[in-house]
């Protein structure tokens, strides 16, 4: 099988144990099998859309990975890849509750505080966050708290969590 990924997904099949891909922004531009991408991403050919804004989607996302390529990780072995990674491992199976109120300008954004344990709301805000390529849209001026989306970030899915996640503790 010929796999396709994304820069933005590649780390996820290397961890999953794939050995034999090539990295396209554009899956379609190649002639595979199967592309591994973002969510938000469509393509013509047959593909696994994965999400990689939280660690439990991180988490997930290997193991489906793993499975397509017949390697199967055990829980523990995934769970190992996020010991470097302090607000990974944190968050990674966490319930937390928070007494902040957000208002969020976007869809990964939403999945990021509510893993974090914010409430996210529409009025009566204690925050307002946003992707960076959201800035001219905001129309608040206070409590902003820009976030750095997929083109200004680590491609590491890892580190781009630990950034993120490390920026928005800071309201806690």
Do not use: W
């Not at 055990?74 to 944190?90: G, N």
């Not at 869809?107 to 009025?123: A, C, P, R, T, Y």
């Amino acid at each position: 099988m010929k796999i396709i990924t994304t820069p933005m997904c590649e780390e996820i099949v290397r961890l999953a144990g794939v050995t034999d891909y090539v990295v396209n922004k554009n899956p379609d531009e190649e002639d595979g099998d199967l592309a591994i991408l973002l969510s938000e991403s469509k393509v013509r050919m047959n593909s696994l859309a994965i999400k990689i804004n939280t660690p439990s989607q991180v988490f997930e996302s290997i193991k489906k990975v793993s499975e397509i390529a017949e390697n199967d990780l055990s829980d523990e072995d995934v769970t190992a890849f996020f010991d470097d990674f302090e607000m990974c491992k944190k968050y990674l199976n966490s319930d937390f509750e928070r007494d902040v109120n957000v208002k969020v300008y976007s869809n990964f954004l939403k999945d990021i505080v509510l893993d974090m344990g914010f409430n996210i709301v529409s009025e009566d805000f204690d925050y307002v966050i946003y992707p960076d390529y959201l800035k001219d849209k905001v129309t608040e001026t206070e409590n902003l708290v820009e976030i750095p989306s997929h083109n200004s970030i680590s491609k590491n899915p890892f580190e781009k969590i630990e950034m993120r996640y490390s920026l928005l503790e800071s309201l806690i």
